[in-house]
């Protein structure tokens, strides 16, 4: 008679199966999370060999950073003669219908040839990604991230070409570089267009979106933070001299939304947000912001994304009612749009090209473009219908036209 097989060994198979099965999952899992873009990962951090790091952090730096220090720049980004002056964050025009991310190094003579100025880094920095784009007329922009570790990191956007030794090992791996730089060095050139920058820390995330996950296809905007904060005391010395903002903060804002409130940005319904997916051209059309003017906070612009086809940007006649206090209780709010300017301390009208100090807006009430009418149908959707050529005199309620914007 056969001795009575026991537990184990009777599903001893079963057990192995499923001791192979749970060892392919965590195998396949480690790999995936070590190759591929961090977007496909159901964690919200990684880990590196100095700690953890989250998936923004991971993405912009394709997996490359380390540490998490945060040293100071202590480096202009152009020799101070080369630049005229610093355009704050928080503009509004064209296609940038929401505020911009981003500061602008205004070159001294802006319509200067390519490549006449040079471009160097502003700290001790790995370049975890250079990123080229061809314009219309054929000619080439590169987009620079500099990782200062996995915490912090800055940028450009609009060098014109690299220098010898960065292009050199661009070329060996476009899509995989990781170039130490230190602070000062060349890294290229700009001519004939400003310099975007800025900096962007992963510990901060700007509460004036009330939806930050409408931002995801442009991850740093949410941790965009003032550049004064993160440079030397030279350094920040130096750039203020050539600050066209003069209110604070000096740097500029970005983020004005107040859930329940009309002021800040807004996307129409069904888009998904900052960029909609799948859609990377003219993703724009389908934005709307309502914030304080860049130069004069006191000053209201409207930024549409479609208005008679166009984006456009307008000041409001009388800047009321204040979109910072409208809300569901407000009932239909008509904004007649106006051209706007900017004046300097003097009541001269700015070039736009050469600093100028205590910049004023200056709108053109005398006539009227057209009249948005709103109205809050709830804390975070809104009615809009854009009458162009009308005052609001002439506007008596919304029609088949209007659209729904939500954030």
Same mark, same amino acid.
């Given at each position: 008679?056969?001795?009575?097989?026991?537990?184990?060994?009777?599903?001893?198979?079963?057990?192995?199966?499923?001791?192979?099965?749970?060892?392919?999952?965590?195998? =396949? &899992?480690?790999?995936?999370?070590? $190759?591929?873009?961090?977007?496909?990962? #159901?964690?919200?951090?990684? +880990?590196?060999?100095?700690?953890?790091?989250?998936?923004?952090?991971?993405?912009?730096?394709?997996?490359?950073?380390?540490?998490?220090?945060?040293?100071?720049?202590?480096?202009?980004?152009?020799?101070?003669?080369?630049?005229?002056?610093?355009?704050?964050?928080?503009?509004?025009?064209?296609?940038?219908?929401?505020?911009?991310?981003?500061?602008?190094?205004?070159?001294?003579?802006?319509?200067?040839?390519?490549?006449?100025?040079?471009?160097?880094?502003?700290?001790?920095?790995?370049?975890?990604?250079?990123?080229?784009?061809?314009?219309?007329?054929?000619?080439?922009?590169?987009?620079?991230?500099?990782?200062?570790?996995?915490?912090?990191?800055?940028?450009?956007?609009? =060098? &014109?070409?690299?220098?010898?030794? $960065?292009?050199?090992?661009?070329?060996? #791996?476009?899509?995989?570089? +990781?170039?130490?730089?230190?602070?000062?060095?060349?890294?290229?050139?700009?001519?004939?267009?400003?310099?975007?920058?800025?900096?962007?820390?992963?510990?901060?995330?700007?509460?004036?979106?009330?939806?930050?996950?409408?931002?995801?296809?442009?991850?740093?905007?949410?941790?965009?933070?003032?550049?004064?904060?993160?440079?030397?005391?030279?350094?920040?010395?130096?750039?203020?001299?050539?600050?066209?903002?003069?209110?604070?903060?000096?740097?500029?804002?970005?983020?004005?939304?107040?859930?329940?409130?009309?002021?800040?940005?807004?996307?129409?319904?069904?888009?998904?947000?900052?960029?909609q997916e799948g859609k990377s051209q003219e993703y724009w059309k389908g934005h709307l912001s309502i914030a304080p003017d860049a130069y004069d906070p006191a000053s209201t612009v409207f930024s549409v994304g479609d208005y008679n086809g166009e984006a456009k940007q307008f000041g409001i006649k009388g800047n009321l009612p204040d979109p910072a206090?409208?809300?569901?209780?407000?009932?239909?709010?008509?904004?007649?749009?106006?051209?706007?300017?900017?004046?300097?301390?003097?009541?001269?009208?700015?070039?736009?090209?050469?600093?100028?100090?205590?910049?004023?807006?200056?709108?053109?009430?005398?006539?009227?473009?057209?009249?948005?009418?709103?109205?809050?149908?709830?804390?975070?959707?809104?009615?809009?219908?854009?009458?162009?050529?009308?005052?609001?005199?002439?506007?008596?309620?919304?029609?088949?036209?209007?659209?729904?914007?939500?954030?």
């Amino acid at each position: 008679m056969q001795p009575k097989k026991s537990f184990f060994g009777r599903f001893w198979w079963m057990i192995l199966a499923i001791i192979i099965c749970v060892t392919v999952v965590f195998v =396949v &899992t480690k790999k995936q999370a070590k $190759i591929g873009q961090p977007n496909g990962f #159901s964690s919200n951090s990684h +880990n590196n060999e100095l700690g953890q790091i989250n998936d923004d952090s991971y993405q912009l730096s394709r997996g490359k950073c380390k540490g998490t220090e945060k040293n100071k720049l202590g480096a202009l980004p152009m020799k101070y003669e080369d630049f005229s002056m610093i355009l704050p964050y928080g503009l509004t025009a064209g296609g940038h219908v929401t505020p911009i991310d981003h500061q602008y190094f205004s070159p001294t003579v802006f319509r200067s040839p390519r490549d006449k100025y040079e471009v160097y880094a502003m700290a001790d920095a790995t370049i975890v990604d250079i990123s080229e784009r061809q314009k219309p007329e054929g000619e080439v922009e590169y987009r620079f991230v500099f990782s200062i570790s996995c915490k912090l990191y800055y940028y450009y956007d609009l =060098v &014109t070409s690299l220098a010898p030794d $960065i292009k050199a090992e661009w070329q060996k #791996s476009q899509r995989d570089i +990781n170039i130490l730089v230190k602070e000062g060095q060349l890294v290229g050139r700009i001519g004939g267009q400003t310099l975007d920058f800025a900096v962007w820390d992963m510990d901060e995330n700007l509460g004036g979106f009330v939806v930050p996950e409408h931002y995801a296809g442009e991850v740093w905007k949410i941790h965009t933070v003032d550049p004064l904060d993160y440079y030397t005391d030279d350094l920040k010395k130096t750039a203020l001299t050539k600050y066209a903002r003069t209110v604070e903060p000096r740097s500029g804002k970005i983020d004005y939304d107040i859930d329940g409130k009309l002021i800040g940005n807004w996307f129409l319904e069904g888009t998904g947000g900052y960029v909609q997916e799948g859609k990377s051209q003219e993703y724009w059309k389908g934005h709307l912001s309502i914030a304080p003017d860049a130069y004069d906070p006191a000053s209201t612009v409207f930024s549409v994304g479609d208005y008679n086809g166009e984006a456009k940007q307008f000041g409001i006649k009388g800047n009321l009612p204040d979109p910072a206090s409208s809300d569901q209780n407000s009932g239909l709010i008509k904004y007649e749009l106006v051209q706007q300017d900017w004046v300097d301390g003097t009541g001269r009208n700015w070039d736009r090209m050469s600093l100028s100090a205590g910049l004023k807006a200056k709108n053109h009430n005398e006539r009227v473009e057209g009249t948005a009418l709103i109205q809050m149908i709830e804390a975070r959707k809104i009615q809009v219908e854009i009458f162009p050529g009308k005052s609001a005199s002439q506007v008596a309620g919304f029609t088949a036209s209007a659209k729904i914007y939500e954030r």
